[in-house]
Each structure stands twice: as structure tokens, then as C-alpha cells.
């Protein structure tokens, strides 16, 4: 694919790496694509951060066409750049693509725009211990009309933003309240997408999550309200007795990209694992009885995040006191320690972006 290259007349000045927060500075450049049933996907470009000239009747601001992704470049010690598994983010897109009715993004084009963008911003690239550069690809239907119908054109794009911890907590543990009366999917929806209408949803669910002063809301299942299933923004797995619980990937819960990484290291690290259907009951239970040992969401922006209570109804429980697990604590210098190249990478997830 050939990328035409805009370039900007400023550019802006780089925020302080120590207080970057998430999501609040945007780089300099931005990656544009264009999709038509006639053409299909044309005029790859790299142009200035700019924003967006959107027509009112622009069918993603009145149906939500619209799936994006979420991935972090990391500057390691020797100054090299690197990507985390981006194949994987690709393949997800094109799942996500196909249930909204949109077109696939090719898994080589896609990687390829990331790179190359993280090229020319790769003095973004921030080298403050627990940062990184956050990567948001995104795709939105742009026809104007105001039938609800699969669009004829389409945009794909990808931005970036210098980031330090998601959550102000950093790797301290959150909060999270168990939300019993929303819900977030069921099968046969969304669930399993990465599509802006499942986080428009979720939305309630975390405010009221953040009046109970939790950092988040743990989605139930949606039909009987009664099985675990993720978070807000995160995966969620639990140590109960030694042994490893998370939901499946079944059709309601998102294939985090984290959520697959630390599997592996569990299962290399000899951890029984059950991807099964864990009822709320029985994990308050675990809590109460202290066999629930730690709990911890994975997710590409909160990349590990220990869980240290859990609000459910009229009950709470602690774990591990409201202090990280060995665990949770090693899987984190573990998994960041590849991504930010300090562990060798024995799994071949890194992808040098100047390879
Ligand atoms: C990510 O972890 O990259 C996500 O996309 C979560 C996001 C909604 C902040």
C-alpha cells in the first residue's frame, strides 16, 4: 500500500511524560483511508491532526456504524520502538467489522498504517517508566443519509495519544461494582465487538459504578444477571484456590488481546485455567471464605489492574486486604516487561516497528 505523506506546518508541543494521564494528547499526525462500494479501500494518507468535516445526516452520528481498536507502542531502554501483538488487534477489527456490516480492513494494510504512522510520530513515543503510546484505530460509515441500511463509504483512521495509567489508581487496586440490573450483552449482539455502541451503553453502568465510589462495573451475563463476565474496560480473572477463572469467549465478551497473552503465561506457568461460566454467588462466596485469593482486570489500556473489592448488591467483599497479589504483581512485570523489552521476548509478540 502506498501512503501519501501531508506534512504539518507546527507542531505541537510535547505534555509533561510524568502527568500524561490517558487519552488527553493527541500527536501530530493522524493516518486517513477511504472505502467505496465502487473503489473500495483508497487514498492512504498520513496527513496533520486535524479534525473532521462531518455532514448532520452523517449515518454514524444516527446508527453508530462504527467499530476501533485499542494498542500501545513502547520505546524500550535501547530506544527501539515496538508494537504488541498488532495482527491480533487487526484480526478483532475484522470480526467486529463483520457484525456491523462493514468492510475488513486487510490485517496487512492495517499493521502496515500503524507502523508507519508510529514512524513519523516516534518522537511521541514517551520513555517514562509505565508509559506508552496509546494507538486508536477506528472505522465509521460517512455516507449522509438518514435510512437505516448497511453504508456505501466508510473511513478508516488512526490516531495517538502519549499515555501513562489508565485508571488514577495506576497499578494500585480499584474498586468495582457488580452491576445487577443493566446489562451489557447478550449472544447474538455486540458483546464480542469493539464497537462504540457497547461502550455508549456501558456508560450508566459506570457512572453509577462512580457514585459508589468503584473505579468501574463488572457486566453480568445479560440473561440471567447471574454469571461474571467482564468490566468496564478489561477482561477480569480471578485466583480462586490456586486456580484461574475467567469467562469465555463465547459471543458476549470482548477477545482482549491482554486477556489472551496472560492465558499463555498462565498456562506456561502451570495454572489450571477455567474458562467457564462463574456465578456471582459463588465467587462472593470464594470472597467471604477466603478462598478467593486475587482478582485482576487485563486490557490493553488498563494492561493489568488488581481488583481489590467487589461491591455486589448489599454485600462487599476485600481481597487480599485491598493489596496486590503475588501474583497480579507478576504477570504485570512479566507482560510489561516484554512489551517494554525488558524480558525476552520467548513468545514473538513484539514487532520492532523499524523491521
Ligand atoms: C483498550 O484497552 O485499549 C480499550 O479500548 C479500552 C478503552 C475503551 C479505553
Avoid at 246 to 265: C, M, N, Q, Y
Avoid at 281 to 287: I, S
Wanted: glycine fraction near 10%.
Amino acid at each position: 500500500m502506498e501512503i501519501r505523506f501531508e506534512e504539518a506546518k507546527q507542531l505541537k508541543e510535547k505534555p509533561d511524560q510524568k502527568n500524561l494521564g490517558f487519552g488527553k494528547y493527541m500527536t501530530d499526525y493522524m493516518f486517513v483511508m477511504d472505502w467505496t462500494v465502487k473503489d473500495g479501500w483508497k487514498d492512504a494518507r498520513i496527513t496533520p491532526y486535524a479534525p473532521l468535516s462531518l455532514d448532520p445526516a452523517c449515518v454514524t452520528l444516527h446508527y453508530a456504524q462504527e467499530t476501533f481498536e485499542g494498542m500501545k507502542a513502547y520505546r524500550t531502554k535501547e530506544g527501539k520502538i515496538q508494537l504488541f501483538r498488532p495482527q491480533m488487534n487487526a484480526e478483532r477489527m475484522i470480526r467486529s467489522n463483520e457484525r456491523l456490516c462493514m468492510p475488513a480492513f486487510p490485517v496487512d494494510m492495517f499493521v502496515q498504517a500503524v507502523k508507519e504512522l508510529v514512524k513519523v510520530e516516534r518522537e511521541w513515543v514517551p520513555s517514562e517508566e509505565g508509559t506508552s503510546l496509546y494507538i486508536r484505530p477506528f472505522m465509521f460509515a460517512t455516507e449522509n443519509a438518514l435510512g437505516v441500511h448497511m453504508a456505501t463509504s466508510y473511513k478508516f483512521m488512526v490516531i495517538c495519544c502519549p499515555v501513562g495509567a489508565y485508571y488514577a489508581e495506576g497499578i494500585n487496586p480499584v474498586k468495582i461494582l457488580v452491576e445487577n440490573e443493566l446489562v451489557r450483552a447478550v449472544l447474538g449482539g455486540t458483546g464480542f465487538t469493539k464497537c462504540g455502541g457497547n461502550y455508549a451503553g456501558s456508560i450508566l453502568g459506570q457512572v453509577k459504578a462512580e457514585k459508589m465510589g468503584c473505579a468501574q462495573a463488572l457486566w453480568l451475563d445479560g440473561v440471567h444477571r447471574k454469571y461474571v463476565e467482564e468490566v468496564g474496560t478489561m477482561n477480569i480473572m480471578f485466583k480462586i484456590d490456586g486456580e484461574i477463572y475467567t469467562a469465555p469467549i463465547e459471543g458476549t465478551v470482548l477477545a482482549g488481546v491482554t486477556r489472551d497473552s496472560i492465558l499463555h503465561i498462565l498456562k506456561d506457568w502451570g495454572y489450571k485455567i477455567h474458562e467457564t461460566h462463574l456465578a456471582i454467588d459463588d465467587l462472593m462466596k470464594a470472597g467471604h471464605d477466603g478462598s478467593l485469593e486475587e482478582a485482576f482486570g487485563t486490557g490493553t489500556a488498563a494492561v493489568i489492574s488488581p481488583v481489590g473489592e467487589l461491591v455486589y448488591q448489599d454485600d462487599a467483599v476485600k481481597v487480599n486486604d485491598f493489596k496486590i497479589g503475588k501474583l497480579t504483581q507478576k504477570l504485570y512485570d512479566y507482560l510489561t516487561g516484554i512489551q517494554w523489552g525488558n524480558v525476552e521476548d520467548k513468545y514473538g509478540w513484539t514487532m520492532d516497528i523499524d523491521s
